[in-house]
Nanobody, 119 residues
Framework: QVQLVESGGGLVQPGGSLRLSCAASGFTFSTSVMNWYRQAPGKKRELVAAIDSAGGSTNYADSVKGRFTISRDNAKNTVYLQMDSLKPEDTAVYYC????????????WGQGTQVTVSS
């Protein structure tokens, strides 16, 4: 049973920082592509960051480049999203996502964690 359990969300002031964690189980974490998505009320879900299986390659949405950092610890089966210089427009529910071969058959989601950036 694939499970993704997110934590670390909360309320933070503009300019502040937050680190999200996603603990994975039920699959071979070290061979998966891991992603963070977010969805704000009334908005479509968008990809925020992605990281390859070894952690050597990352991709970010233009809106978060230079501010967010995705990383993974394969020994702990955990992926992280370090969020710095947070802005009110970063407010959303953040979702952890796992994809692995065969793609299309293996696409799993966490429950989401709320991030609110407000003064």
């Amino acid at each position: 049973q694939v499970q993704l359990v997110e934590s670390g969300g909360g309320l933070v002031q503009p300019g502040g920082s937050l680190r999200l964690s996603c603990a994975a189980s039920g699959f071979t974490f070290s061979t998966s592509v891991m992603n963070w998505y977010r969805q704000a009320p009334g908005k479509k879900r968008e990809l925020v960051a992605a990281i390859d299986s070894a952690g050597g390659s990352t991709n970010y949405a233009d809106s978060v480049k230079g501010r967010f950092t995705i990383s993974r610890d394969n020994a702990k089966n955990t992926v992280y999203l370090q969020m710095d210089s947070l802005k009110p427009e970063d407010t959303a529910v953040y979702y952890c996502n796992a994809k692995f071969w065969p793609y299309g058959r293996n696409d799993y989601w966490g429950q989401g964690t709320q991030v609110t950036v407000s003064s």
